[in-house]
């Protein structure tokens, strides 16, 4: 994954279309219809500067994208991504609902479905929707005398929606509004509502204690910041989610010094020796809200993966790519976990780090003071 091009070109997307849908089709054992298809887009793109993916380009396009995210390590599962085509939606009030379905859709009752919506892509270089959140659920971060409360990830974020009159309870785990953006109109703002809202309450296999720390986690993660690009089409809304992997809520969220920062507070209650890095007491630590939050979400019936499996998936993911004659692209960073790397098969491994397309990109944030 990289930043979006900033340009918009009519040859370099009849190019870019032209390379997707030979793919594609290909992909889709529809090799007779590449001409005509091929065709019909240029004409398109003569016409109006634009061309239109059919439901089904829009359907393996993100797909293949979620197969080519580098970053990413649970592509094994990549062509049972549900594709939701909402392009047809005009108003923010229409975009926000849609938010709202694919939250519930998404989560499945815990089961979680790897789910992906569209709204409207960028039409002749002009972006048509944005949604300002990172994440369809995320918690709120408050600025006080005595540090943050709640998440100091989202501050600026959260000050723009007290700007906008936003009224919450103002506690660790508030989730923020909805704020999304149609042309060049002010953002609108929407709350979450609770019945769309499912979390888990975090408690320990162990130590009885944990559960009095109060804390929680939302139950699907739901990225809605980043850019899809299919054959040239920039998708600038397009939330996607699959399910968690422990980690990211056990030894990143929970447990960075510019997250919750919940080390020390463990360690305490488990009475290690802190004095010190040397003892490991941070390691201990961490192990132990990694085991609570596995356990939970367990406990709870909501899917959720660890790094071992996961890792194990990613294998299993290589040697498909392989037996289909395509590369793979990673970035070894992000695919090794943050507890323990050397127990996993992808520390061992080298990756090429090539960015393919379709892909999801990074796309500048918005101002969150400009409207």
Known sequence: MYNVRDHYDRETLLEEAE???????????????????????????????????TYEELEHG?????????????????????????????????????CCRHIRQ??????????????????????QVRIWNYELLRYAGYETENGVVGDPAETEFTNYCLSRGWEPDRTEFDILPHVIQVGEDEPAMFDVPDSVVEEVELTHPDYEWFGDLGLKWYDVPIVSNMCLEIGGIRYTAAPFNGWYLSTEIGARNLT????????????????????????????????????????????????????????????????????????????????????????????????????????????????????
């Open 256 to 371: 960075d010094r510019d997250r919750y920062d919940m080390l020390p507070e463990v360690a305490r209650r488990l009475g290690l020796d802190t004095s010190e890095d040397r003892s490991l007491w941070k390691d201990e630590a961490t192990l132990e809200i990694h085991r609570a939050v596995i356990h939970s979400f367990d406990e709870a019936g909501v899917r959720i993966t660890d790094p071992h499996t996961v890792t194990d998936q990613f294998e299993q993911f290589e040697r498909n790519e392989n037996a289909n004659g395509r590369d793979i692209t990673g970035d070894w960073s992000w695919l090794i976990p943050p507890t323990n790397p050397a127990t996993t098969q992808t520390f061992h491994t080298t990756f090429d780090e090539d960015v393919n397309t379709p892909n999801f990109f990074y796309q500048e944030d918005p101002d969150p003071m400009s409207g």
């Open 19 to 53: 390379s997707f849908v030979r793919e594609c089709y290909a992909e889709l054992d529809k090799e007779g219809e590449i001409d005509d298809r091929v065709a019909e887009i240029r004409a398109e793109v003569r016409e109006r500067g634009h061309y239109d993916h």
């Open 62 to 98: 993100a797909k293949m994208a979620w197969r080519n995210s580098n970053r990413c390590v649970g592509r094994l599962f990549w062509d049972r991504l549900e594709v939701v085509d909402e392009r047809g939606l005009e108003t923010p009030e229409e975009i926000h609902e849609a």
């Open 106 to 127: 998404g989560r499945n009752d815990g089961d979680i479905v790897p789910t992906i919506t569209l709204f409207k892509p960028q039409i002749r270089g002009e972006t």
